[in-house]
Each structure stands twice: as structure tokens, then as C-alpha cells.
């Protein structure tokens, strides 16, 4: 069974820091493309940072993604935590480049059929 696992959101006042992690089992960890999305009501489903290099330009140098390859996990460091990064978080993976934006953070939105997280809260108050 497949499964991508997110695991460290919550709450922080703006200016903190929180670190999000996904766990991934359940296929060929290194075959992947890993990525993290997040979406807010209303909004496409964007993706903000893969493990082929790719930042978007609202988390560029405040955001760091990571991998353990004898994890199968990826992460994502997140600084200077503003009030509008406030989003359910996604991690995902893919068999090739990621879109960078659908509308919604899931397989129903998914043209290569990928594989995705439930989701993790993220909230930044100001």
C-alpha cells in the first residue's frame, strides 16, 4: 500500500519557524519526483519546493527542502513563517517533473497520477 505520511504542523506566531516532515512507503522512493504543495480555500493547489531544486518565489530563501533517502522521507524547513503561508501543506511524488499548480492537492487533479499526502495544517498568526 502506498502512502505519504506528513507529520510536524501546527501553530506559529509570524516570524517563527516549523519543520514539516513526510514519510513515504510503499513504492520506489528513489524513482520520484518529491515535492510539497499547499493549498488555502479558494486557491489552486501550488507547489512551493521539490527535490529537483524547484522554489516558488513567494517561499524562495525562507524555505528549505531536505531528503533522507534511507528514510524514504523528505522535509521541509520552514523561516520566517508568514501569516499568509497559513495553508494545508501536501506532500506528493510523482514519476517526473511536478506541475506547479492543480486544483486540488490530490490524485483527482492529478494528470501523471501521482501519489499524495492526507495533508497537514499549517497556521501562522500575526
Known amino acids: 500500500e502506498v502512502q505519504l505520511v506528513e507529520s510536524g504542523g501546527g501553530s506559529v506566531q509570524a516570524g517563527g519557524s516549523l519543520s514539516l516532515s513526510c514519510t513515504a512507503s510503499?513504492?520506489?522512493?528513489?524513482?520520484?519526483?518529491m515535492g510539497w504543495y499547499r493549498q488555502t480555500p479558494g486557491n489552486e493547489c501550488e507547489l512551493i519546493s521539490s527535490?529537483?531544486?524547484y522554489y516558488a518565489d513567494s517561499v524562495k530563501g525562507r524555505f528549505t527542502m531536505s531528503q533522507d533517502n534511507a528514510k524514504n522521507s523528505v522535509n521541509l524547513q520552514m523561516n520566517s513563517l508568514k501569516s499568509d503561508d497559513t495553508a494545508v501543506y501536501y506532500c506528493?511524488?510523482?514519476?517526473?517533473?511536478?506541475?506547479?499548480?492543480?486544483?486540488?492537492?490530490?490524485?483527482?487533479?492529478?494528470?501523471?497520477?501521482?501519489?499524495w499526502g492526507q495533508g497537514i495544517q499549517v497556521t501562522v498568526s500575526s
Open positions: 527535490n529537483d531544486g
Open positions: 506528493a511524488a510523482g514519476p517526473g517533473t511536478l506541475l506547479p499548480a492543480l486544483g486540488t492537492c490530490s490524485v483527482r487533479d492529478d494528470p501523471f497520477g501521482g501519489y
Open positions: 510503499g513504492f520506489v522512493f528513489d524513482d520520484h519526483i
